[in-house]
């Protein structure tokens, strides 16, 4: 059984849905992400999960118990806010202690405790201080540790690093992963950053406009996008329209205009004759001169029109001569090589036979 | 780097000096200097139609003081003044503190409308709103006794600590109240252990608002206490007024403000204890 059931659960303001017929399970012991644009809903569902809402359609079910009518401080649920919400009067120390004052434990149960999730979080010395003497990621950290220490079965963060620069959040997100891993909580993270996403869940559900779109692991959502708007908002995706010339289970036959035939996956519900769309990951493509003969099936001539030097990595422009502008990611592996191809060049663009996924428009 | 911050530093300065240099002249001159002549009066000997007797005459001396610390009496008023005005503050506390906090969790739009009915009495004279309670507590038999006393007191003053708390409740950020129940406090407990240490700043400066002018209030206990209820703030003005003993009222004003110092010290410095405390 899963340790929360959200069961088709609508949730309106007014007259609008913030949330339509959502249904997601989330087992015990997962890192569990919704990953979604502004406005598309992902806090409702924390809010709904945490009580502070209530579904006006649907249940919710905490390990098959429903949870309607259980007000928030009574639900084995502990959220981390956006704005860390740290009681400014406490010290950190104070501030991790309240979860465990709330359900009684013992003052020698509290310290040690305490203690304990000071050290998980690196902030034994931090104890004694109050929030406003912290850093925003040592903020952070606090609120996290207030939020696990007393094991709640839900730890819900709403964009929990929404607010560090780049930096810190590359080694929050690092120091995230190991938290979850050694406590063994089950997280469900809220993001509208599409690699956070990737980088730390174990499943993701993408949103938009309060539906999940796709609910799975990321290599999938990554590899196997259901639709546009799902490729599009992970990662950065090429797409081109095309229109099905034979499908089997070997793969697909496709036909784009002044390209002549690409061969795509196959792909369920893809019949002859159907309109659609390949999308097509940058890293992908391989560009090399004219003068390479291209050993793979799919290749076409294109002009690189411009690149963007990323240090590890290049991005090209390229257009095909049909004029469809792909992008294609080239790695920097050679030292002192760092680029390529120069603007203008004529370049072969190529991809695998099973590289890439039809979508139906 | 060290060029360019000594001349942008000293327009500073004297932008800081020009605007401080006002309020603190203002201090000084009707503050500062009659605090000093109130000090100074109360060495002298009183004049024999009222007023000073000329320096030459009387000279410097402490009757005024030797005449306060020998009769048990001044102490006693002092006592009560403070008991009435601590009493006062603690029900104007209880009163206004629901108030208060309705007031900042109603909706922002209601909220100045609501505000403005507290400082509404502001608009007509005190004299006169004391005269209506008269007119309420007569028919009730209650007129001439210190329950008409803290009653007029806690009227009058309410205001001045609504307004101080409901300034500070209207600050708190709603999230840590969500924290606290999402962390599993009910609601007594989210109010014990976040919303009152979060407005013990509230509390305290609207104690002062009210405590400090109770003290020295002098019309309600004349209009509304009773013969046996008068209060140090009545004592100083009859010296003045009436008795025209001026360094004896000097003498007893003095002495409240050197109360009224001790408990701001007091209170003060129990905040900060309060503050720093693990
Ligand atoms: N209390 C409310 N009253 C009215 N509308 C609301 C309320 N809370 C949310 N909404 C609306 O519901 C929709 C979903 O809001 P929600 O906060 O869940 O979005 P989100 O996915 O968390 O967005 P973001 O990434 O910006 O935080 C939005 O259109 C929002 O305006
Ligand atoms: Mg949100």
């Known amino acids: 059984?899963?340790?929360?059931?959200?069961?088709?659960?609508?949730?309106?303001?007014?007259?609008?849905?913030?949330?339509?017929?959502?249904?997601?399970?989330?087992?015990?012991?997962?890192?569990?992400?919704?990953?979604?644009?502004?406005?598309?809903?992902?806090?409702?569902?924390?809010?709904?999960?945490?009580?502070?809402?209530?579904?006006?359609?649907?249940?919710?079910?905490?390990?098959?118990?429903?949870?309607?009518?259980?007000?928030?401080?009574?639900?084995?649920?502990?959220?981390?806010?956006?704005?860390?919400?740290l009681f400014p009067h406490l010290t950190v120390a104070g501030?991790?202690?309240?979860?465990?004052?709330?359900?009684?434990?013992?003052?020698?149960?509290?310290?040690?405790?305490?203690?304990e999730t000071l050290a998980l979080v690196h902030l034994e010395d931090k104890g004694g201080a109050y929030p406003d003497e912290l850093s925003g990621g040592q903020k952070q950290r606090v609120a996290l540790a207030r939020g696990l220490v007393n094991r709640p079965r839900l730890l819900l963060l709403d964009e929990p690093l929404g607010a560090l620069d780049a930096k810190l959040r590359e080694r929050m997100q690092v120091e995230l992963i190991a938290l979850q891993r050694e406590v063994g909580v089950t997280f469900v993270f809220v993001t509208h950053a599409q690699q956070e996403a990737l980088a730390l869940s174990h499943r993701i559900a993408v949103m938009k406009e309060g539906r999940v779109e796709q609910l799975d692991v990321p290599e999938v959502l990554y590899s196997s996008p259901r639709n546009r708007f799902v490729a599009?908002?992970?990662?950065?995706?090429?797409?081109?329209?095309?229109?099905?010339?034979?499908?089997?289970?070997?793969?697909?036959?496709?036909?784009a205009a002044g390209l002549g035939e690409i061969a795509a996956p196959p792909q369920a519900g893809a019949t002859a004759g159907a309109r659609g769309t390949l999308a097509l990951r940058p890293e992908h493509i391989r560009l090399s001169p004219p003068s390479e003969k291209p050993e793979l099936k799919n290749h076409f001539a294109g002009t690189i029109r411009e690149y963007l030097y990323l240090g590890d990595v290049t991005v090209y422009k390229v257009a095909l001569d049909n004029e469809v502008l792909l992008e294609a990611l080239a790695t920097n592996g050679a030292p002192g090589r760092a680029r390529f191809h120069e603007i203008g060049d004529r370049v072969n663009v190529a991809w695998r036979h099973d590289a890439g996924a039809y979508l139906a428009s | 780097m060290r060029a360019p911050t000594s001349p942008a530093r000293a327009p500073e300065r004297l932008t800081r000096w020009l605007v401080t240099l006002p309020p603190t002249l203002f201090l000084v001159v009707f503050f500062l200097v009659p605090a000093v002549i109130m000090a100074a009066a109360s060495f002298r000997q009183p004049g024999e139609f009222g007023g000073l007797a000329p320096l030459a005459q009387g000279g410097l001396g402490l009757e005024a003081y030797r005449f306060v610390f020998e009769d048990v009496i001044y102490a006693w008023i002092l006592a009560k003044s403070f008991a009435v005005a601590g009493l006062?503050?603690?029900?104007?506390?209880?009163?206004?503190?629901?108030?208060?906090?309705?007031?900042?969790?109603?909706?922002?739009?209601?909220?100045?409308?609501?505000?403005?009915?507290?400082?509404?009495?502001?608009?007509?004279?005190?004299l006169i709103r004391v005269y209506a309670w008269i007119i309420i507590l007569g028919p009730l038999n209650l007129l001439y006794s210190p329950v008409a006393v803290i009653a007029g007191m806690v009227y009058v003053h309410l205001p001045f600590m609504i307004l101080p708390l409901y300034t500070n409740l209207e600050k708190h950020d709603p999230a840590l109240l969500e924290a606290a129940q999402d962390l599993g406090a009910g609601t007594w407990t989210r109010f014990r252990r976040v919303t009152l240490p979060l407005s013990l700043p509230g509390i305290l400066s609207g104690s002062a608002l009210v405590f400090i002018p109770v003290l020295g209030m002098f019309a309600i206990p004349e209009l509304l206490g009773g013969t046996g209820d008068l209060l140090i703030g009545n004592l100083i003005k009859e010296q003045f007024l009436d008795n025209r003993d001026w360094p004896l009222g000097a003498t007893l004003s003095l002495l409240l403000t050197v109360a009224v110092l001790a408990v701001a010290a007091i209170t003060a410095g129990f905040a900060r204890r309060r503050k720093e405390a693990p």
């Open chain 2, 88 to 126: 006062t503050t603690a029900l104007c506390l209880l009163l206004a503190y629901p108030l208060a906090l309705l007031i900042a969790r109603s909706p922002r739009r209601r909220r100045n409308l609501l505000v403005l009915l507290v400082i509404l009495p502001f608009a007509s004279n005190l």
């Open chain 1, 95 to 115: 501030n991790i202690a309240f979860p465990l004052e709330m359900a009684g434990k013992s003052r020698d149960e509290i310290r040690r405790r305490v203690n």
């Open chain 1, 232 to 255: 599009n908002f992970i990662g950065t995706i090429n797409l081109i329209d095309v229109e099905v010339r034979e499908a089997s289970r070997q793969g697909l036959r496709l036909a």
């Open chain 1, 1 to 85: 059984m899963a340790l929360l059931e959200i069961r088709n659960v609508t949730k309106r303001f007014g007259s609008l849905e913030a949330v339509k017929e959502v249904s997601i399970a989330i087992e015990a012991g997962e890192f569990f992400t919704l990953l979604g644009p502004s406005g598309c809903g992902k806090t409702t569902i924390l809010r709904m999960i945490a009580g502070f809402d209530a579904p006006d359609e649907g249940e919710l079910f905490l390990d098959g118990r429903p949870l309607s009518g259980i007000p928030p401080e009574k639900r084995p649920v502990h959220t981390v806010f956006q704005s860390y919400a």
